[in-house]
């Protein structure tokens, strides 16, 4: 946070009034939004993958060259690893569609409106967006091709098929695979394929009027697959008639810069929409299955459904051995979700596990463990900046907002907390795995009053938030016992 700040301060010879971190998704990649004197705003962003963020930056200046709505980068730190951009507001297409998506896909006039102006404005990235792009600046590759395609298909095996338990012929799949990857690598109608194409990477401004984020995984590509990308992500639950009226929208836009034939670009698409639900369901298994992320096992069961019907269209999978799979597979997954989670993990937020955490003063000593078991970690937060040295805070603890944004704004804790909770997924995972019963962490400081209180409910709710499980929390030194379950 302390680099984030010195990047700004450099940028804008004045110190920000205040920064808020952004909720973040898939990604690895922090967002916050700083808040200048003024009031006006801007994002930075901290990335750990300097590749990545090179080719973000490229691009974001190539396409503010070719005149397309995305952020511009203002100022990137010397080692790469943070960078300012405009931001493009706090409303995001997904947002705006929540109401349709809880009506069980029924989009009104006004929602199908913003939908028409996203998807008309996919061909001006795909094809005046390549206009002087050079791909070998593109993160991991400059475009997809026949092993990219291999990848993602592998990636689908390895983290959602074989979790499911389904059973299947390893060579006969494989042949599957690599006929499928000859086949949609074959395309010749490439451009700018954006690659993450999705309402949540859609920001709308006070016009309702749509900018694009989160590009930094594009290359060159066939153009089908972020439109279907976008009209059939997974929790979306587009009808085919508004599918098919959407697509006429895109082709029309596309035609601007391409010659193509209606009826066989239509035909293709379910061709590609298998990929593309194959591709998803990978990532939906790791960052699910594996990272125990709510929003991606919330969307394993729409994808499915997807999928069940996609497999009734005899165009979407000419490859009988891999449509008798795909079949199995969508067959054991009727008693979802259990079915599809009970083979890939013992974990899944109902087992015996309840993990205790503690937050005490060293002057008074470590509290002991009531379970029997001799205690648990213990972690010594003594190293980290103490607000209490001051007199503002002497007064409060690490629960109140004044005390939580000293200890973030300094950063110091925050960096301290990542290595703990490193440590303490995995000792939780094997945990429940194993199917324990308790498990103990306890954060000293040297009054219990601000760091260790502020560690330990950061601890407590992270843990409850990633596995589900029950944590009970206690301040031992204000008195305060919370249970999360």
């Not at 199908?112 to 991991?140: A, S």
């Not at 499911?164 to 599957?176: A, I, N, R």
């Not at 000419?318 to 989670?341: C, F, H, I, N």
């Amino acid at each position: 946070m302390e680099l984030l700040r010195k990047l700004y301060r450099e940028y804008s010879n004045e110190d920000a009034a205040d920064i808020v971190q952004i909720p973040g998704g898939g990604s690895n990649r922090q967002y916050f939004r700083i808040t200048a004197q003024d009031g006006s705003t801007l994002i930075g962003a901290v990335g750990n993958n300097l590749d990545e963020n090179r080719t973000f930056c490229y691009l974001a200046h190539h396409f503010e060259e070719r005149g397309l709505p995305m952020p511009r980068v203002l100022a990137v730190s010397e080692d790469g690893l943070r960078y300012l951009q405009t931001d493009l507001g706090n409303r995001s297409l997904f947002q705006a569609l929540e109401c349709g998506r809880k009506a069980g896909g029924k989009y009104s006039a006004a929602d199908i409106e913003l939908l028409r102006r996203t998807i008309c404005r996919l061909p001006d990235i795909q094809m005046n967006g390549m206009v002087g792009l050079d791909f070998d600046k593109c993160y991991p590759q400059r475009e997809m091709d026949r092993t990219n395609v291999m990848f993602d298909l592998n990636y689908f095996k390895y983290c959602f098929l074989k979790a499911t338990g389904v059973e299947f012929h390893e060579v006969k799949l494989e042949e599957c695979f690599c006929q499928m990857a000859d086949d949609l690598s074959g395309e010749t109608l490439r451009g700018f394929m954006y690659r993450d194409f999705q309402a949540r990477n859609v920001m709308l401004d006070a016009e309702d009027m749509p900018a694009f984020i989160d590009f930094q995984g594009g290359r060159l590509g066939p153009v089908h697959y972020d439109l279907v990308s976008f009209l059939w992500q997974a929790s979306a639950l587009y009808s085919d008639e508004l599918r098919g009226e959407l697509t006429g929208v895109y082709m029309d836009s596309l035609k601007k810069y391409a010659d193509i034939d209606e009826e066989a670009f239509r035909k293709s698409l379910p061709h590609w929409v298998l990929f593309r639900l194959l591709q998803v369901l990978g990532a939906y298994g790791f960052r699910g299955f594996f990272e125990r992320k709510k929003h991606f096992l919330d969307s394993i069961a729409p994808a499915i459904d997807n999928l069940d019907i996609l497999l009734r269209n005899p165009d979407a999978c000419p490859y009988p051995y891999l449509r008798q799979v795909l079949g199995e597979m969508v067959a054991r997954s009727k008693d979802r979700p259990k079915a599809l989670t009970a083979s890939v993990s013992k974990y899944d937020g109902q087992g015996p596990l309840v993990v205790r955490v503690f937050s005490f003063s060293y002057k008074k000593g470590i509290p002991e463990d009531a379970s029997g078991n001799g205690g648990g970690y213990v972690f010594d937060c003594r190293s980290t900046h103490n607000p209490g040295r001051y007199e503002p805070y002497k007064g409060i603890n690490g629960l109140d907002p004044a005390v939580i944004k000293f200890l973030e704004d300094d950063g110091e804790i925050v960096t301290f907390l990542e290595s703990v909770y490193k440590l303490a997924d995995a000792h939780v995972e094997r945990y429940m795995k194993r199917g324990f019963t308790d498990l103990m962490f306890c954060f000293g400081c040297t009054g219990g009053q601000h760091r260790s209180v502020y560690s330990a409910q950061h601890l407590a709710e992270h843990l409850h938030d990633k596995y589900g499980i029950k944590v009970i929390v206690t301040h031992c030194e204000q008195n305060i016992n919370q249970i999360l379950e």
